[in-house]
């Protein structure tokens, strides 16, 4: 995956693996059900923002903590989306990142590097947090099961079914049919929690929302 999601070596190399971590995956259904829905319930609530929710925007906040959990990174930023396979998330702090699906590549782009790299979307979505977020296949990427609630929120374990990627597993977690958290856990014990609030589902993103241009003077790397 680049690693999509997953990748830290240096302080910055960690921001931008947060950054990747985030992509995931993260927007509500936002319909009105009782927060007291049954585990069970929640496996439903995911399948049913796969399959209703077309377009949304959020402000969003990612901690990333470290294996043995004494280290937290914070980054936060806005998403947006459109199905299938669009999708922008533009990190402002603590450092600027952008990452923008437009439905046939994944570029994500490093300013403070002038670096871009850039992904098929079939290689770059696959069993990740972006499936999620702009796929439609989520049964076929991922095996889904209630797990425990915790704090009124009901969750959802999202294991891939191919073992052979970073990403661990995700669980995604609901107040009803309200999408609320996304966590992720990689195969090196980094774990990643995102939480957003304001999510809008009823506007029309610009078509070029999607669309990246490559800044004058950036390096790419096509991978």
Do not use: C
């Amino acid at each position: 995956m680049n690693d999509l999601f997953l990748k830290s070596t240096s302080r910055r190399a960690g921001l931008r693996g947060a950054a990747h971590l985030g992509l995931a995956a993260f927007v509500a259904a936002a319909l009105p059900l009782s927060a007291q829905a049954a585990q069970g319930d929640a496996v439903e609530a995911l399948r049913a923002f796969v399959r209703e929710v077309k377009v949304g925007r959020a402000d969003f906040t990612q901690t990333v903590t470290s294996p043995d959990g004494a280290k937290k990174k914070v980054s936060s930023g806005r998403m947006e989306f459109s199905r299938p396979n669009r999708f922008r998330f533009s990190y402002q702090k603590p450092y600027v990142q952008t990452i923008v699906g437009d439905g046939q590549k994944v570029w994500f782009h490093d300013p403070d590097l002038s670096q871009v790299t850039v992904r098929k979307m079939g290689d770059a979505l696959g069993s990740t947090p972006a499936a999620l977020l702009a796929g439609q296949s989520l049964e076929r990427d991922f095996e889904l099961k209630a797990d425990a609630s915790r704090d009124g929120v009901d969750w959802v374990l999202a294991t891939p079914r191919q073992k052979d990627g970073t990403l661990q597993w995700m669980k995604a977690g609901f107040r009803g049919r309200a999408l609320v958290a996304v966590e992720i856990a990689d195969s090196f014990g980094q774990r990643s929690m995102l939480q957003w609030t304001e999510l809008q589902t009823d506007m029309v993103l610009p078509a070029d929302t999607f669309r990246f241009v490559v800044p004058a003077g950036t390096d790419v790397s096509e991978q």
